[in-house]
């Protein structure tokens, strides 16, 4: 038994009770367990598929033993209602259309004793700093504002890798870090795209070796599933 994720693209006139009727047909045949169903509904497709230009998208992840593959997927070719579908080994990606991120490390806090004397030597210089001509060491309203956004620092990134710069030396800034990315997240990975549609090389973006390959077969699925297109606009 393995773990299998299916991305379902129906005729996007079925009612959700006909579409959960097929399912279960196709499911039955491909026996296991099924673990989760998510229905994405009528969605619009990157590129026409049967001259059709949205789809029901439906997305399963099921435990099923490989042998019964072939007729699953003869049963899907046959059947007129599936425009597409794709089934890929589930690597942990969720059937939503997002990207698993990573947690940042934390600083390591300082040990107890290590440091102790120094930090007390500047803080009392701080102090020293701030005394007025009169020795009151009071702080103006706009130093306190500014004491607090120190403290807490730059806002942290909560979107993926932008980039700027002229065309030729875009440079990729630092965003949150992706554990697992996923081929049905659109957004994360049109960030990786030139405005043609091709994806941006590794020297251009900074990315690792491992993910440029995790890029590659991401964006291969998702334009294979009409989630983004060939080229930017099929229809010039």
Known sequence: MRDYEVVYILDSTLEREAVDEKIESFHAVLGGEITSVDHWGVRRLAYPIRKSQTG?????????????LPEFERLLRLDEETMRYLVVVN???????????????????????????????????????????????????????????????????????EFSGARGRRR?????????????????????????????????????????????TAVKRARFLALLPYVRDHGS
């Not at 029901?56 to 019964?68: E, L, M, N, Q, S």
Request: hydrophobic share 25%; aromatic share 4%; glycine share 14%.
């Open 56 to 68: 029901y998208y439906v997305i399963a992840h099921v435990k099923a033993d490989p042998t019964a």
């Open 91 to 161: 690597e942990g990606q969720p059937a939503s259309g997002e990207s698993v991120p990573a947690e940042r490390p934390r600083p390591p806090a300082p040990e107890d004793g290590v440091g102790g004397e120094d930090v007390a030597e500047a803080g009392d210089r701080e102090d020293d700093d701030k005394e007025g001509p009169g020795g009151d060491g009071d702080e103006s309203p706009d130093d306190g504002a500014e004491g607090e956004q120190a403290e807490a620092g730059p806002p942290p990134s909560s979107g993926p890798p």
């Open 172 to 216: 990729r800034h630092e965003g949150p870090p992706i554990a697992l990315l996923n081929y049905k997240d659109v957004t994360t990975l049109s960030r990786f795209l030139t405005e043609q549609g091709r994806i941006l090389p590794k020297r251009t973006t900074k990315v690792t070796a491992r993910f440029q390959r995790q890029l590659g």
